[in-house]
């Protein structure tokens, strides 16, 4: 099956019993069994739950992984997965990963003596040689946010082959649309499913998938064992979405790559970070490892108070945390999805407080335009 029909015919389709197209909703908690101990598959919706594994069993197969797991958002999945290592235990992360999975590591999981390096991953170099002798697990975003930096997912699977590392990839930017990090050689995917798989600003969730029964079984256990599980509203939410995820993909990037082209001549724009763009120095790798660039941009206006003139005016981009969805959103970085990550680590980074981050929707592309325009005047 080609992406754009599973999306469609992948995973669980319909309900056999009544001949629905569409998986119902079990609104259940508990199931009937029928002898003490025997049950038809379910037994307690955090355990299970066939909406829900309606949804699992499509993620799994959009991302050519062995199974899924719905989490009510994307930090309880980043969380969930933590649950996988242990006191000691140290992951390299990507160093300009979304600000909460930045704030878990650095003010809730080292509670737990669990460790962490944020190290730049885009240099495959400086990964290598940040590996300790109690290194776990390199964790990947790619294309970051919101500086949109690409890492080599393929060098990323050498070096965690070699060092005996579970390669972990927040894939929430890219999509399973674009990118599937399990066949470059990845063992676990995370997703903030409330951003592109909804993509419809509707339902806060997230989305595991894992490449091998062990690592099934571990993160099953987990997700019954801690129970941070997605509903099963949420779940066919997430159902639907996929169904029209293609459409939206293709249409948010078309629109993307005129934004981006319009933005990088523009006299105000101090900087433009978008992969789509050949000197965006990640380009050539986001070529190679994705077959599309996604509907993020970032650019720099030089200030805070150029940033605020701009989101003043903007029309057609709801300023709004999150991202991914059919409407443009803006956000300001610095002030809002980041504001968590101190401001000289923000600025060390790249994070300056000009920077406005764009997540392009599917409205018509010379309205966005002509919206900008008047903006940066
Ligand atoms: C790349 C990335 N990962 C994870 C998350 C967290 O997801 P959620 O907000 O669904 O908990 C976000 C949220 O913005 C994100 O952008």
């Known amino acids: 099956m080609r992406k754009k029909t599973k999306m469609i015919h992948g995973g669980i389709t319909g309900d056999e019993r009544t001949g629905a197209v569409s998986v119902p909703i079990y609104q259940v908690s508990t199931y009937q069994q029928d002898e003490i101990g025997k049950h038809r598959g379910y037994e307690y919706s955090r355990t299970g739950n066939p909406t829900r594994h309606a949804l699992e069993t499509v993620i799994a197969d959009l991302e050519n992984g062995v199974s899924g797991f719905a989490f009510g958002s994307g930090m309880a999945a980043i969380t969930s997965v933590m649950m996988l290592f242990q006191a000691e235990d140290h992951i390299l992360m990507t160093d300009d990963v979304y600000g909460g999975s930045y704030r878990v590591m650095t003010n809730v999981l080292n509670r737990f003596h669990l460790e962490h390096t944020f190290i ?15 290194t776990k697990a390199l964790y990947i975003e790619t294309p970051t946010n919101p500086l949109l930096k690409v890492s080599d997912l393929k060098k990323m699977a050498e070096i965690a082959s070699k060092y005996n590392l579970l390669l972990i990839v927040d894939n929430t930017f890219a999509t399973p649309y674009w990118q599937l990090p399990l066949d470059l050689g990845a063992d676990i995917v995370i997703h903030s499913a409330t951003k592109y798989i909804g993509g419809h600003s509707d339902v806060v969730a997230g989305l595991v998938v894992v490449n091998s029964d062990e690592l099934a079984k571990r993160t099953h256990y987990i997700q019954n064992s801690v129970g ?15 169904k029209t995820m293609a459409l939206r993909m293709e249409a948010i ?16 724009v101090v900087a433009i970070y978008y992969p789509g763009l050949p000197n965006h120095p990640g380009h050539a790798i986001a070529k190679k490892q994705a077959s599309g660039f996604g509907g993020m941009i970032s650019f720099d206006v030089g200030s805070r108070e150029k940033a605020e003139q701009v989101i003043e005016r903007i029309k057609f981009f709801t300023l709004a945390e999150s991202l991914g969805a059919v409407e443009s959103l ?48």
């Open 120 to 134: 730049d991953t885009s240099d495959p170099e400086l990964v290598e040689a940040a590996i300790q002798d109690n």
């Open 228 to 242: 941070a599980v997605l509903g099963p509203q949420d779940s066919w939410l997430l159902l639907r979405g996929i």
């Open 253 to 268: 990037e078309a629109n993307t790559n005129k934004l981006a082209a319009y933005l990088q001549g523009h006299s105000q």
């Open 330 to 377: 803006v956000s300001v970085p610095a002030q809002m999805t980041h504001a968590s990550i101190p401001r000289e680590r923000r600025l060390e980074l790249g994070i300056s407080d000009g920077l406005i981050r764009l997540s392009v929707g599917i409205e018509d592309a010379n309205d966005l335009l002509e919206d900008i325009e008047e903006a940066l005047q």
